[in-house]
């Protein structure tokens, strides 16, 4: 049974201090790797994807991929209140396997 | 707008019945998901569909249903042999191309067993 595992908080952090949420998996030959962010009682939403070791930014968002250590990592950077949310990674083990399988979720909370 | 559409957003079921929860994308996406997720607990996947009238059970397809004849649409049905239904439905979908399976979520459908 191939495995996502993610701390499942609460991690808590100070508005304007970065959050870390990391996320390990247990197939190295992984390809595809999402994080996506949900609110209470919402659906998820996409918010960043990476594919290619190394660190991919986009706006106040970093993810960091390193396939020889298994891990992905989101970096969010001044934090603020509106990201406390429940933060779940998702794995694709193969290309064009179809399907990902997510982690529990990480709960954040920004405390003002 | 394009966007995934479910229905209804709440639902109330009887013990012994079936009930299906619609899904519906005019993205054009080729991909189509079902996931349950139950309160504190991560998305565990029911069924999935790469194409139109083929589909793959996931994880926990036992006592649920789906057809995939129209590639807008991948209802669920869930039957009587489901024993303990009470969950979030989450029907998502993608492109599915390959290495890239970014998928996008409906709004969800909370079922409640009375």
């Known amino acids: 049974q191939k495995e996502v595992e993610q701390n499942s908080g609460p991690l808590s952090v100070p508005e304007g201090a970065i959050a870390s949420l990391n996320c390990t998996y247990s197939?190295?030959?992984?390809?595809?790797f999402f994080w996506y962010r949900q609110y209470s009682g919402k659906s998820p939403e996409l918010i960043m994807s990476?594919?290619?070791?190394g660190d991919k930014e986009d706006g106040r968002f970093t993810a960091q991929l390193n396939k020889a250590s298994q891990y992905v990592s989101l970096l969010i950077r001044d934090s603020q209140p509106s990201d406390s949310a429940t933060y779940l990674c998702a794995v694709e083990w193969q290309p064009n396997a179809g399907k990902s399988t997510f982690g529990d979720g990480t709960t954040l909370t920004v405390k003002p | 707008d394009g966007g995934i559409t479910q229905s209804p957003k709440y639902l109330f079921r009887k013990e012994g019945q079936n009930v299906t929860l619609s899904c519906e994308q005019n993205?054009?996406?080729?991909?189509m998901y079902w996931y349950r997720q139950d309160p504190g607990q991560g998305l565990r996947l029911i069924y999935y569909?790469?194409?139109?009238?083929?589909?793959q059970k996931g994880d926990i397809a036992e006592g649920y249903s789906v057809s995939r004849e129209k590639k807008e649409s991948f209802p669920l049905t869930v039957t009587s042999a489901q024993k303990n239904p009470t969950a979030f439905y989450l029907c998502?979908?993608?492109?599915?191309?390959?290495?890239?399976?970014?998928?996008?979520f409906g709004p969800g459908t909370r079922l409640t067993v009375l």
């Open positions: 197939d190295r030959g992984s390809q595809s």
């Open positions: 990476i594919y290619s070791n």
């Open positions: 993205l054009n996406h080729d991909a």
């Open positions: 569909s790469q194409i139109v009238n083929d589909f």
């Open positions: 998502a979908s993608s492109h599915d191309r390959e290495g890239y399976n970014e998928q996008f």
